[in-house]
């Protein structure tokens, strides 16, 4: 399975933007690189997905770099609810194995 | 609401039992999943299902087992031979495809008494 690299941690202050990068060099032209977030003693939660375009919804917005080998998570205004761990995660188009591989992600920490 | 239900939230488990952890979705998919998660660590999957009575092994598979008799049901059992059972277990759910995201129930916290 291809890698994602992020840095460990990162803080924000409340409602600035956050932009969490995430490199992906051994990215192939199948994999969909997805977002997922996890709040202290809960189950992840789907953030956003995308393949080569940028991508928006109403949590985030997905920047890709034109080659693909890394990608920025965007979100436009902080809250204190969006202190979590963020994972960044490749996954193969209509694989057999559906996956997904988890690393330690990026934790977030928003400030008042 | 539609969504994945797991329960118990905490269970303790004592030396050389077996315990079953219970995992319900009302959300029609057809592929279902078990991670272990440990303190400060990403999940790691132990099982999955992508049809009923068919299940494959993940990567940390020794010591537990699963069952698929049902579409909307994916029961763990760690077993005695899961030496080292507490983490935190995670179930989710999701529609067959690369691209689908998965769904996640809140886990269920195993230790050991």
């Known amino acids: 399975d291809a890698k994602t690299t992020q840095p460990n941690s990162m803080e924000s202050n409340e409602e600035e933007p956050v932009h969490l990068p995430c490199n992906h060099s051994t990215i192939s032209g199948t994999d969909y690189i997805h977002w997922y977030r996890q709040l202290p003693s809960q189950g992840p939660e789907y953030v956003i997905h995308?393949?080569?375009s940028n991508v928006n919804n109403r949590m985030a917005s997905l920047a890709i770099a034109e080659d693909r080998k890394s990608s920025t998570l965007i979100l436009h205004r902080a809250t204190l609810r969006d202190a979590a761990v963020y994972y960044c995660i490749l996954r193969v188009q209509g694989g057999a194995n559906s996956k997904l591989t988890f690393g330690k992600g990026i934790t977030l920490s928003v400030r008042p | 609401d539609g969504g994945i239900t797991q329960s118990p939230k905490y269970l303790f488990r004592k030396e050389g039992q077996n315990v079953t952890l219970s995992c319900e979705q009302n959300?029609?998919?057809?592929?279902m999943y078990w991670y272990r998660q440990d303190p400060g660590q990403g999940l790691r999957l132990i099982y999955y299902s992508q049809i009923v009575n068919d299940f494959q092994k993940g990567d940390i598979a020794e010591g537990y087992s699963v069952s698929r008799e049902k579409k909307e049901s994916f029961p763990l059992t760690v077993t005695s031979a899961q030496k080292n059972p507490t983490a935190f277990y995670l179930c989710a759910s999701s529609i067959i495809g690369g691209w689908q995201p998965q769904h996640f129930g809140d886990g269920t916290r195993l230790s050991i008494l």
């Open positions: 959300l029609n998919h057809d592929a």
């Open positions: 995308g393949l080569t």
